[in-house]
């Protein structure tokens, strides 16, 4: 489940913090043209992907999405350089805000850079100990960057993650993770919008995802949309293949194999109908 | 008929009842129209209505909000009487209870082991101040005090695997990972106010 991770131990309290989103306070400090610092949980700033739906292209979220935080707790400032040119940083309890791996806080740092009126570039990193021994020989860094270019009718991006980490195991081992998403998105009209997205995600080592594996998928979503006022019914249609190859890829299959175990398969497709109602005021 | 296709049938029929419903309350006491066409006002008594867009910096939104950008209804013109509110705050509930229903039934301690675990979380969802497209926020009024915002959501998935796997599990993901089966991914409820040069200080929850 997102905001708790595979190797580290449950934050205290996660029970009632898994229920909220986004909760936090921001405050717009008099500093040059203004200084934003937020401080709570907030929406990660790693990731083209949304937590919610709603505000995707797709139904389904994309592999690197799942395996980045889609939220963080801790601190953050952003200011505006210029028109153009935007930082931010942050510091964070960890790379899973409901994990507590450590009494480390994790850091790190983005910069969004409007190369056009259509196209934005952004890079976003992400540094911190993600498990019991805090030696900086064995932090985790990531590394994610994003092109977007944004058009009347058709959006697309070009998203990769990059992350690593060296295990605390016999011969430190270090463990592997790569993604990479190009979406496209088509706006046929008020109403109807299409989009694509083919992707790739490799754990090689298994540290994200328990199984080593590598992941291809293309997944393809017709939308429909009733706006009603300050409503917002969204219909989606999509269909997903997986494939998933490795020592430990697959995916679950039919019935059980042997008592609590269920089959494995490389491939997987996915007929998905999704119903989103939104209201905002 | 199953079980399943009759709950699937039902929920999505509560869904488009529930919809209809409010578009008849809304509708009430609203002047129909005629079918014939009536003189134009002249063109002296119209008046554009336009809003200050906000001076935002392009790129502080490059959160993790999601690409999509929303396709926003006209603003209301319905003012709030009571009667609607208690007729929008009982729909509302419905889905949020039949969200929260859904929770327990499903609810699975998490695990530091697969990701495939959990089934969806009632969250509170917002855009941050540097959101990528923050509708709501383009449309305030500069000379303005900051309004709040408010709003919720619920999101219905069914997810057909043609594996047909016997835990109905998506393998090795965080989110959306019940297959074959009709769900309640999430659902929310939130407000917000936009930090501005009125009003530096602003919660989001």
């Excluded at chain 1, 805090?134 to 697309?156: N, Q």
């Excluded at chain 2, 296709?5 to 529930?18: D, N, S």
Aim: a positive charge; hydrophobic letters at 40%.
């Amino acid at each position: 489940m997102f905001g708790f991770s595979a190797t580290a131990p449950t934050f205290d309290g996660f029970k009632a913090l898994r229920h909220l989103g986004p909760t936090n306070v921001s405050y717009l400090a008099p500093v040059g043209k203004g200084l934003t610092v937020q401080g709570g949980i907030f929406a990660s700033l790693i990731g083209y992907d949304s937590l919610y739906a709603k505000d995707n292209f797709n139904y389904t979220r994309p592999w690197g999405a799942d395996f980045t935080p889609y939220l963080m707790m801790g601190l953050n400032a952003s200011y505006s350089f210029n028109e153009k040119l935007t930082g931010a940083v942050f510091v964070i309890n960890g790379y899973w805000h409901l994990a507590n791996a450590n009494s480390v806080p994790s850091s790190g740092g983005q910069l969004a850079y409007q190369a056009s009126p259509h196209v934005t570039v952004k890079e976003t990193v992400l540094w911190g100990s993600h498990q019991t021994d805090t030696s900086l020989k064995y932090w985790r860094s990531l590394s994610d960057t994003i092109v977007e270019r944004k058009g009347d009718r058709v959006t697309f991006a070009f998203e990769y993650i990059y992350s690593s980490e060296r295990v605390v195991a016999l011969g430190k081992p270090r463990a592997l993770m790569m993604a990479s998403q190009l979406p496209i998105h088509w706006t046929i009209n008020k109403r109807w919008s299409a989009t694509v997205r083919p992707e790739v995600f490799w754990d090689r080592d298994g540290r994200w995802t328990l199984a080593r594996q590598t992941v291809k998928a293309i997944t393809t979503t017709v939308e429909y949309r009733i706006p009603y006022r300050w409503t917002n019914t969204i219909l989606r249609l999509e269909h997903r293949w997986d494939d998933s190859r490795g020592p430990d890829g697959g995916f679950f299959r039919g019935a059980e194999v042997a008592p609590g175990v269920i089959g494995l398969t490389p491939t997987q497709h996915l007929l998905i109908f999704g119903l989103i109602f939104t209201f905002d005021r | 008929m199953n079980n399943q296709m009759i709950g699937i049938t039902g929920v999505f029929a509560l869904t488009f009842f529930l919809l209809v419903l409010l578009h008849w309350f809304l509708s009430l006491g609203r002047p129909k129209r005629g079918r014939f066409l009536r003189p134009t006002a002249p063109r002296g008594t119209f008046q554009l209505k336009t809003k200050a867009v906000e001076d935002e910096s392009p790129n502080v939104s490059q959160r993790r909000d999601g690409p999509h950008k929303e396709t926003e209804g006209e603003p209301s013109s319905i003012k709030a009487t009571p009667a609607r509110c208690i007729i929008a705050a009982i729909i509302g509930a419905t889905f949020l209870s039949a969200g929260a229903l859904a929770q327990q039934a499903n609810e699975i301690p998490p695990k530091p082991a697969n990701a495939a675990v959990v089934s969806y979380v009632i969250a509170l969802p917002s855009r941050s101040a540097s959101s990528t497209y923050d509708p709501s926020a383009e449309l305030e009024p500069k000379s303005s005090e900051p309004k709040w915002h408010y709003g919720g959501f619920v999101d219905f998935g069914y997810l057909l695997d043609f594996n047909h796997p016997l835990n109905h599990l998506f393998r090795s993901r965080g989110t959306t990972f019940h297959v074959d089966n009709l769900f309640v991914n999430m659902a929310g409820a939130y407000a917000k106010k936009k930090a501005s040069e009125q009003s530096r200080w602003a919660p989001d929850q």
